[in-house]
């Protein structure tokens, strides 16, 4: 079985430049979960979704920040524009249901505002 | 507020060496507890997990009990190999679907 697939791994951008992030949960996961990881902390939740609906966004910095997960499949998730504080691991997991079904998490896309 | 607090690292072990992370927790109700590891360059992947008080959660020969006199969850092997290496990470999970992380704790197995 495929696990959660994100890209890119790797990214560097300038501050005030856009930046996205895809991920690919997997199949037949009807729950993805974006979060922020900072050195040396834990994740973060960002943005929760069940099927194609954000069900719970109260972390997210709407001013900056934007999700989506048409079909209810993929996600996006952009910033713009970027500061330096975005810097961190932007991870994805996905589930099969909420509750205490089991997350399982992509490797991560790094990101590095300059 | 609910919150995980975690043993800090780096924690530095020899192989077959025991080892025990503490992990212990704030929590207004009753959640669930997991115990996740992330080895080097790859995501995060769930070790195991209890979802109610004594429950104890077992995986890859590691252990942790869901304490709540204590609301604590210590992870503990008998014996490490360097395969171990990685960093672990305390979480506590309530039904609103709200993961709370502790700040993870490396763990570095020598040979």
């Known amino acids: 079985e495929a696990g959660v697939v994100q890209s890119p791994r790797y990214k560097i951008i300038e501050k005030k430049q856009p930046v996205a992030f895809w991920c690919n949960p997997i199949s037949g996961h009807n729950t993805l979960y974006w979060y922020l990881q900072n050195l040396g902390q834990g994740p973060e939740l960002l943005i929760r979704?069940?099927?194609?609906?954000?069900?719970?966004d109260s972390q997210l910095p709407k001013d900056r920040f934007s999700a989506e997960r048409l079909k209810g499949v993929d996600s996006t998730l952009k910033i713009q524009p970027a500061e330096l504080g975005d810097s961190a691991v932007y991870l994805c997991?996905?589930?099969?249901?909420?509750?205490?079904?089991?997350?399982?998490f992509g490797p991560g896309t790094r990101l590095t505002v300059l | 507020g609910n919150s995980v607090t975690q043993m800090e690292g780096p924690v530095t072990l020899s192989e077959e060496a025991f080892l025990t992370i503490n992990c212990t927790y704030t929590a207004t109700g009753y959640p669930s507890l997991f115990w996740y590891v992330q080895y080097p360059g790859e995501g995060l992947q769930l070790l195991l997990k209890?979802?109610?008080?004594?429950d104890k959660g077992s995986n890859k020969g590691f252990e942790a009990t869901y304490r709540k006199e204590t609301t604590s969850f210590h992870l503990e092997k008998g014996s490490v190999q360097v395969s171990d290496s990685a960093v672990y990470f305390c979480a506590l999970l309530f039904t609103g679907n709200q993961f709370y992380f502790g700040t993870g704790t490396s763990l570095t197995v020598i040979p």
């Open positions: 997991a996905s589930s099969l249901g909420g509750g205490l079904d089991t997350q399982y």
């Open positions: 979704y069940e099927n194609e609906e954000a069900v719970d």
């Open positions: 209890a979802t109610k008080a004594d």
